[in-house]
T-cell receptor, first 114, second 110 residues
């Protein structure tokens, strides 16, 4: 399996809801990432996990909570989001942390906060 | 500061014409440079990376450290090349941060 998968594809949630985004890869990659992408803009890095440990948090608000239960799985827990958080959320992985390898991206979850 | 610039937000070329998408970077160390492409309704995917020095879908890119550039070129544009192109930078000392340029939207006119 050479793909990064993400579920759900689309998510609509209210500002008081709690939801989670899921990302999975079975390529044996040990670095995993969450990005936020607004329309016609580049991805903005949110979090990086290296060997299942959080290594980078780009000052993301605490209403976004990442989790890496194992080397294949990455979650992003969402709570009390704002309408401006509506975006495409991308997950990515790369082979070995800290070696400058390319990233493999999932198709994204289109999130709408109402 | 680490930065990637792509001066053209939009670029239109005719089918069969040469195309060049510009990318400049500022980085004090030893960067790894990439081009990623996002076709309509498809995931972001790697097009090429500078250390592999290979040609993908007819595209090539040469890292010019003197000019701190990594321009993407193709001698004859095809309609299926229409997409958003992002130049990106990382390094072995960047703690896995990837810096993306703002992107260039390429439109190939039939």
């Amino acid at each position: 399996d050479t793909e990064v998968t993400q579920t759900p594809k689309h998510l609509v949630m209210g500002m008081t809801n709690k939801k989670s985004l899921k990302c999975e890869q079975h390529m044996g990659h040990r670095a995993m990432y969450w990005y936020k992408q607004k329309a016609k803009k580049p991805p903005e890095l949110m979090f990086v996990y290296s060997y299942e440990k959080l290594s980078i948090n780009e000052s993301v608000p605490s209403r976004f909570s990442p989790e890496c239960p194992n080397s294949s799985l990455l979650n992003l827990h969402l709570h009390a989001l704002q309408p401006e958080d509506s975006a495409l959320y991308l997950c990515a992985s790369s082979q070995v942390p800290g070696q400058g390898y390319e990233q493999y991206f999932g198709p994204g979850t289109r999130l709408t906060v109402t | 500061a680490q930065r990637v610039t792509q001066p053209e937000k939009l670029l239109s070329v005719f089918k069969g014409a040469p195309v060049e998408l510009k990318c400049n970077y500022s980085y004090s160390g030893s960067p790894e440079l990439f081009w990623y492409v996002q076709y309509s309704r498809q995931r972001l995917q790697l097009l090429l990376r500078h250390i592999s020095r290979e040609s993908i879908k007819g595209f090539t890119a040469d890292l010019n450290k003197g000019e701190t550039s990594f321009h993407l070129k193709k001698p004859f544009a095809q309609e299926e090349d229409s997409a958003m192109y992002y130049c990106a930078l990382t390094s072995k000392t960047s703690y896995d941060k990837v810096i993306f340029g703002p992107g260039t939207s390429l439109s190939v006119i039939p």
